[in-house]
Structures are given as structure tokens and as C-alpha cells.
């Protein structure tokens, strides 16, 4: 893509975005308080788009240069993920101003996703995945706190790559992590309080003219209807308009109804109940792993 041409395309999607109300400017949500970004285990396992960038970086050079001690020839790959899918709440919490400027991001995301394509993949004779991922005799298999089975062979370059970055134990502390945050978003959701609380949002939005049954609903919705607007500028700055004012009207009935502070007070419950001393222990070896890591990727 030549300068121009790619200035053209960030050109079209950021009108696209201004009319369909994710810039900055526009209408400013009101002031007053916002709400509580509440995930599991106190957000330890979130991550900032800068950070997961950095890490991301960071590992992919290690990748490089043990495929490279093995003969192999391995191209570090770009991060591909956005800020919005990295930072968005898991339990779909929204701030007014972010339903302002971005709605769900849904429409936001798929611009971005268009404007930067994935790389294609590459076919790779055997060798060369066996030296990035792995043999079977070293295959280390994992049940996480979720139900999910995991595996991985720990002479891969991946696997060494990570340990290298994080530290020897990275590859069984991080997914026990995640499964552990997964298990308290679970067993939140499941909660009779927090069932109650969305109860209340719920009724708010049929009351704002924006009826949805539970927190997922109205994403699901606008995603329904981005697949017949994709291929038409006109539907999809009409969606996008129409994404913003549903995510305003959600953000709001979630400060009216104090949603955020009863998903915080049902996670503490859970987490009290569910966590033993075993799985502290690894949230608190996965805290200190991924701050070394992040200390010597910004240094």
C-alpha cells in the first residue's frame, strides 16, 4: 500500500467513525460519577493494549531467535488485536463516556479490523512446526479451574520463548490464571444477586426503549445487524448511530441501577468462596512473573 493510498483508507475510517459518533468530539457525556470497572481477580489478569503490545513484542523477538538457533527461519508476527478487544469489561460494565464516544466499539472494531487486515498464513513443512510449537514427548497437559483442558510441549520455541520472558513457570501459572478468573466470571453470573441486579438494569432499558433480557443482548444485536450493513457505508453509519445511543442508554441504566457496585459486591463473595490458598499463591506468582516480564520488555 503506497503512503497515499494508506492515507486515504485511515482517512475513510476516521469520517465513517465521526459520523457514526466514535470520535472524541460531538456530543460530551454528562458529567457525574461513572462506573466501577469491576473484573475477576481485582482486573490482575486485564491487560492495557500498550503493555500486551510490549509483551507481545517481546516474545515474538525470543520466538525469532530460538527458531533461528534451530535452523529455522520465523518471521515475528505483528500483534493484531485492538485496544477494544484487549480492554473491554468481560462483564460487559460500561462507562458513559466510553458508550459516548465508542457505543459497544462493535462498529468501531470492525473498521479497524478492515483497514488492517490479518496476514496471511503460511504452509510450513513439519521440521519447522515441530521447532515452534513442540514435540508429543513433551507434551504437558493442563485442567484449568474453568473445565477446559489445555496442552502444550514444553521444548516448542513458544514455550521456551515465554518461559525466557516470564520465567520457567509462565506456562502453567498464566492459563491457570485465566481459568481461575474465568471460574469467578462463571460462577458471578450465575449468582442470585447478580441475576437480581441485571433484573434491574434490564427493566431500565425497556424503560429507555432499549428492551434486553441480559447484559450481552443488545452487542449481540448490533453484531446481528453489522453483517447485512458491512458492505454498505450508508447502513453502517446508521448502525453505528444507533450503537451509540443503545450503549448510552445501557451505561446510564447501569449508574441508575449501581450494576457495577453489585457485580463487585457478588465477585467478593465468589472470590472468598471459591478461592483456596493454592490458587492465591498462583494469581500471586502470575502478578509478580508478568511484572518482571513487563520491567525488562520497557527497559
Known amino acids: 500500500m503506497t503512503t497515499t493510498t494508506a492515507r486515504r483508507t485511515l482517512l475513510a475510517v476516521f469520517l465513517v467513525l465521526t459520523a457514526a459518533?466514535?470520535?472524541?468530539?460531538?456530543?460530551?457525556?454528562?458529567?457525574?460519577?461513572?462506573a466501577l470497572d469491576v473484573r475477576p481477580l481485582s482486573g490482575v489478569t486485564a491487560s492495557t493494549h500498550a503493555d500486551a503490545v510490549r509483551l507481545h513484542d517481546r516474545e515474538e523477538r525470543a520466538v525469532a531467535a530460538c527458531m533461528s538457533a534451530r535452523g529455522q527461519t520465523y518471521?515475528?508476527?505483528?500483534?493484531?488485536?485492538?485496544?477494544?478487544?484487549?480492554?473491554t469489561n468481560p462483564y460487559g460494565l460500561l462507562t458513559v463516556k466510553k458508550a459516548t464516544q465508542d457505543g459497544y466499539g462493535i462498529v468501531g472494531e470492525y473498521l479497524y479490523q478492515r483497514s488492517t487486515p490479518v496476514p496471511a498464513s503460511e504452509a510450513h513443512p513439519a521440521a519447522w512446526q515441530r521447532a515452534l510449537t513442540g514435540t508429543p514427548a513433551h507434551r504437558v497437559s493442563l485442567r484449568l479451574a474453568d473445565g477446559v483442558n489445555l496442552a502444550y510441549s514444553s521444548d516448542g520455541c513458544v514455550a521456551r520463548a515465554r518461559a525466557e520472558l516470564y520465567g520457567a513457570d509462565w506456562n502453567t501459572v498464566e492459563p491457570q490464571a485465566v481459568g481461575l478468573a474465568n471460574q469467578v466470571l462463571g460462577a458471578v453470573e450465575k449468582d442470585s444477586n447478580y441475576l437480581s441486579a441485571v433484573r434491574r438494569w434490564s427493566s431500565c432499558m425497556t424503560k429507555?426503549?432499549?428492551?434486553?433480557?441480559?447484559?450481552?443482548?443488545?452487542r449481540q444485536a448490533v453484531d446481528a445487524r453489522l453483517r447485512k450493513a458491512a458492505s454498505d457505508e450508508r447502513a453502517l453509519r446508521a448502525l453505528g448511530n444507533d450503537e451509540i445511543r443503545t450503549a448510552r442508554a445501557d451505561a446510564e441504566c447501569q449508574l441508575e441501577t449501581g450494576l457495577s457496585e453489585a457485580v463487585q459486591d457478588v465477585q467478593r463473595a465468589v472470590e472468598k468462596r471459591l478461592l483456596m490458598?493454592?490458587?492465591?499463591?498462583?494469581?500471586?506468582?502470575?502478578?509478580?512473573?508478568?511484572?518482571?516480564?513487563?520491567?525488562?520488555?520497557?527497559?
Open 21 to 34: 459518533g466514535c470520535s472524541p468530539g460531538g456530543e460530551q457525556p454528562a458529567r457525574g460519577p461513572e
Open 75 to 87: 518471521t515475528a508476527q505483528p500483534r493484531t488485536a485492538s485496544a477494544r478487544g484487549e480492554e
Open 277 to 299: 490458598a493454592a490458587d492465591r499463591k498462583t494469581v500471586a506468582s502470575y502478578v509478580t512473573d508478568r511484572h518482571r516480564a513487563l520491567a525488562a520488555a520497557t527497559a
Open 208 to 218: 429507555a426503549g432499549h428492551p434486553a433480557t441480559d447484559l450481552q443482548a443488545p
